[in-house]
């Protein structure tokens, strides 16, 4: 459940605080004026913090999932990037809060627009840590079968093709791929994980018989 709630809390930051600025070139000024006067940023602020909490326990639910036959690289590697993904949302979300604060104090408007920028450019980075977190999922489920075989092979196609949209310098579609993030969260709430009685019962009966 935490999977779901992460995804559906950052697409609910992000509908809350619909509407754009026209761009970097936009003034000091401007900016400072839209971040203190557009309506939603402080809730799509708050949403974005529960956001991080529940991402935090999804990734570490998700680790303890992916290592309960025992650790492995690619568990390790989900984890980190995971950690990486969620962090970076925490950074992103705690800078516009800054922002939309010294705007509102009728702060330094340069100040403002510079913790925007900032803010923007967090959007980018997040496209890598993705990437690794969805990599490192989906060779740990083709190898163990859990989660199921066919996220792990959407998964690497996912992130093909956000890596492609790299390449270009855009991580736009980064906002599609979170769909397979949310995919995943559903498979591993609809679908319990698998007993590990019978593997340890196997292990036992062959120490006995050794």
Do not use: C
């Amino acid at each position: 459940m935490a999977g779901i709630a992460f995804v559906t809390l950052i697409f609910a930051s992000w509908v809350t605080a619909a509407g754009e600025f026209e761009g970097v070139d936009q003034s000091a000024e401007a900016i400072a004026r839209d971040l203190a006067n557009r309506d939603g940023l402080e809730t799509s602020i708050a949403l974005a913090g529960l956001a991080v909490i529940a991402g935090f326990w999804f990734v570490g639910s998700l680790h303890l999932r992916l290592t309960a036959r025992g650790p492995s690289a690619a568990a390790w590697t989900a984890f980190g990037g995971g950690l990486a993904m969620v962090t970076l949302f925490l950074a992103g979300s705690a800078i516009t809060s800054a922002a939309v604060a010294v705007a509102s104090l009728r702060g330094d408007p340069q100040v403002a627009k510079t913790l925007w920028l900032l803010e923007q450019g967090f959007r980018d980075v997040i496209g890598p840590a993705l990437i690794v977190f969805i990599l490192g999922v989906s060779i740990a489920s083709t190898n163990r079968g859990d989660p199921p075989r066919w996220l792990g092979y959407s998964g690497v196609v996912a992130s093909v093709v956000l890596l492609a949209n790299s390449v270009v310098g855009s991580f736009n579609l980064a906002v599609l791929v979170l769909l397979w993030v949310l995919a995943l969260a559903v498979t591993m709430t609809i679908r319990p994980q698998p007993r590990q009685e019978s593997a340890l019962v196997t292990r036992r009966h062959g120490a006995q018989e050794e």
